[in-house]
T-cell receptor, first 117, second 116 residues
Framework: GAVVSQHPSWVICKSGTSVKIECRSLDFQATTMFWYRQFPKQSLMLMATSNEGSKATYEQGVEKDKFLINHASLTLSTLTVTSAHPEDSSFYIC?????????????FGPGTRLTVT | AQKVTQAQTEISVVEKEDVTLDCVYETRDTTYYLFWYKQPPSGELVFLIRRNSFDEQNEISGRYSWNFQKSTSSFNFTITASQVVDSAVYFCALAGWGGANSKLTFGKGITLSVRP
């Protein structure tokens, strides 16, 4: 099956610093990727839709200036958490859409656990 | 707006018992997909099934079975003869058709504990 990777798998950073998380589709091209966030013992919530070559579309309540998304190639989307605070500590999961004919398959990355101290 | 309701939050069963996880959804789309995912303690989502809105046929895969009832907007998941390895959080999810519409709306998840 298709593989999506995320890097790093976990990261600890100090409050006020920025952290970049990468999402790569390893064996297919993805014009669309999604970023989800999951707080402990909660569900996954969509943060934004990342579109290759254009600006990301953010869900209501998600600060676009705080969560910078760049989808500069068909295999890579990055999420940068700027000026991170402890409340940004969460599990961040990306997914990538592979289109085969008329079928769209969504593949998830393994997630990145961010802890802000 | 799309919504997925998983009314059960935690279920505990003894190994070999059957267990059904409920999922009710709301959508205005006439074409959509329904999913079940398993999330073990490692956090990585494990895809279990995808069902499109045109196909109401029930599906069985080993000990897993799914019952899709469009009339009641439900997509329930049954594990037969549960095992300790089935312990995880299970999410039901809903997506539209294609491209950016593929974004998933997840239910709150059901924590399943299977005791030996």
């Amino acid at each position: 099956g298709a593989v999506v990777s995320q890097h790093p798998s976990w990261v600890i950073c100090k409050s006020g610093t920025s952290v970049k998380i990468e999402c790569r589709s390893l064996d297919f091209q993805a014009t669309t990727m999604f970023w989800y966030r999951q707080f402990p013992k909660q569900s996954l919530m969509l943060m934004a839709t990342s579109n290759e070559g254009s600006k990301a579309t953010y869900e209501q309540g998600v600060e676009k200036d705080k969560f910078l998304i760049n989808h500069a190639s068909l295999t890579l989307s990055t999420l940068t958490v700027t000026s991170a605070h402890p409340e940004d500590s969460s599990f961040y999961i990306c997914s990538a859409i592979r289109t085969s004919g008329r079928v769209n398959e969504q593949y998830f990355g393994p997630g990145t656990r961010l802890t802000v101290t | 707006a799309q919504k997925v309701t998983q009314a059960q939050t935690e279920i505990s069963v003894v190994e070999k018992e059957d267990v059904t996880l409920d999922c009710v959804y709301e959508t205005r789309d006439t074409t959509y997909y329904l999913f079940w995912y398993k999330q073990p303690p490692s956090g990585e989502l494990v895809f279990l099934i995808r069902r499109n809105s045109f196909d109401e046929q029930n599906e069985i895969s080993g000990r897993y079975s799914w019952n899709f009832q469009k009339s009641t907007s439900s997509f329930n998941f049954t594990i037969t003869a549960s095992q300790v390895v089935d312990s995880a959080v299970y999410f039901c999810a809903l997506a539209g058709w294609g491209g950016a519409n593929s974004k998933l709306t997840f239910g709150k998840g059901i924590t399943l504990s299977v005791r030996p």
